[in-house]
């Protein structure tokens, strides 16, 4: 009997926790794979790293890069340094890679230099935007990657328009929406908006992180002050990034983000359940992140989007969200719609039913027999 393969499960940042785990799930009751889990250290501080692995339940990592923080060529660099050097000592399989963080490129691309094949979880979305950082990730991990795991029907779409092989794509749905799904009950019990005051569906939930809303000190200044303006109708929680915190200091309006405030209510970064029990019981969601656009979907809560474009078309087609960019009259314009109960309801999306783990972990597992057997044939053949 052959032994298993083993793969690397790569995570670094936040969005890649929610996305491993239910895979780490689907594989660990198989026999025919084994994973190592990499964390690069992207993201490193308590808040956003070790109370993930605690409440997901994923096991404590068996290889930290520990890169820490950086521009986006340090990090990269730096991820790209140290993972080929795990590579080399300890050489898996298969490199997993998930999402569109800098972890993601730098550790398909160690491992495609090395000759080690590169399947990518969440391929095939596209924002069309190229000034996004994320965008860039995304284009070129998928040209090197070869298995393509989509979680919507435009990632299909998508990567057929760029060329690639149907016998790498894969349709296997949404991975983040089975952690959602798996720890809704736990969240809704757990009732974070009564511990800040706030009764269910009687506030909102703010989180904003993306370069073009926060590094700008103009762009960022007249946001804080619009949202502050709706929290005098509707309270709102402001679940503030590190990022955006400090481009708020650097604006000078440090002080509109402190806390203690009534109405205007400004908290760190939330633990996976907590941030889950914050929107679920939410009346609306205001955010640039592509994660929360698909949860707001799936949990039926209007999502007020800062982005003027989203790589997560599904979200607007048949989703809860809607696209405002930065402009505070949209915004303005978008909150009195809802307000006024102008919102449309969200539909059911295919695959994104609680099982997609289970899907890509089977895909795999498919991908590496052929692999091999395609070897062995090779190997015979000579």
Not at 302 to 327: A, H, K, Q, Y
Request: contains cysteine.
């Amino acid at each position: 009997m052959s032994s298993p393969a083993v793969i690397d499960l790569v995570a670094g940042a936040r969005p890649n926790f929610m996305k491993l785990a239910p895979v780490v799930r689907a594989l660990s009751g198989r026999s025919d794979l084994r994973y190592r889990i990499v964390h690069t250290g992207q993201h490193y501080d308590e808040a956003m790293n070790d109370v993930f692995f605690a409440q997901l339940g994923i096991p404590a990592p068996d290889v930290h890069l520990e890169v820490g923080s950086g521009s986006h060529a340090v990090q990269t660099a730096r991820i790209l340094e140290r993972y080929e050097a795990h590579l080399i000592e300890r050489r898996p399989d298969a490199t997993v890679v998930f999402g569109d963080v800098n972890s993601t490129v730098a550790c398909a691309l160690a491992a495609v230099k090395l000759g080690i094949p590169v399947a990518h979880v969440e391929a095939g979305l596209r924002s069309f935007d190229r000034s996004m950082p994320e965008e860039i990730n995304r284009l070129l991990t998928d040209a090197i990657a070869s298995l393509l795991l989509v979680t919507e029907p435009s990632g299909l779409e998508n990567l057929r328009r760029e060329g690639v092989s149907e016998d790498k794509i894969k349709l296997v749905g949404n991975v983040m929406i089975d952690t959602l799904r798996a720890y809704l009950p736990e969240a809704r019990a757990k009732q974070t908006a009564r511990t800040l005051g706030l009764s269910p569906k009687q506030y909102g939930v703010v989180t904003l992180h993306r370069p073009s809303n926060v590094d700008d000190p103009a762009t960022l200044t007249e946001l804080v002050k619009t949202l502050r303006s709706f929290s005098e109708e509707l309270p709102l929680v402001f679940a503030v990034h590190p990022r955006t915190r400090a481009s708020a200091e650097r604006a000078g309006i440090g002080p509109l983000l402190a806390p203690g405030q009534d109405r205007f209510i400004c908290v760190g970064p939330q633990p996976y359940i907590e941030n889950l029990s914050l929107v679920a019981d939410a009346a609306v969601v205001f955010t640039d992140s592509g994660g929360l656009q698909e949860e707001t979907t799936v949990l039926g809560v209007p999502c007020i989007t800062m982005r003027d474009n989203t790589e997560r078309p599904i979200t607007i087609e048949r989703g809860s969200s809607r696209l405002v960019g930065n402009d505070p009259g949209r915004l303005r314009a978008a909150f009195r719609d809802l307000r006024a109960g102008r919102w449309k309801t969200s539909q059911e999306i295919p695959l994104w039913d609680g099982r997609a783990g289970e899907r890509v972990a089977d895909a795999l597992a498919a991908w590496l027999a052929t692999r091999s057997n395609q070897t062995s044939t090779v190997l015979v053949g000579r």
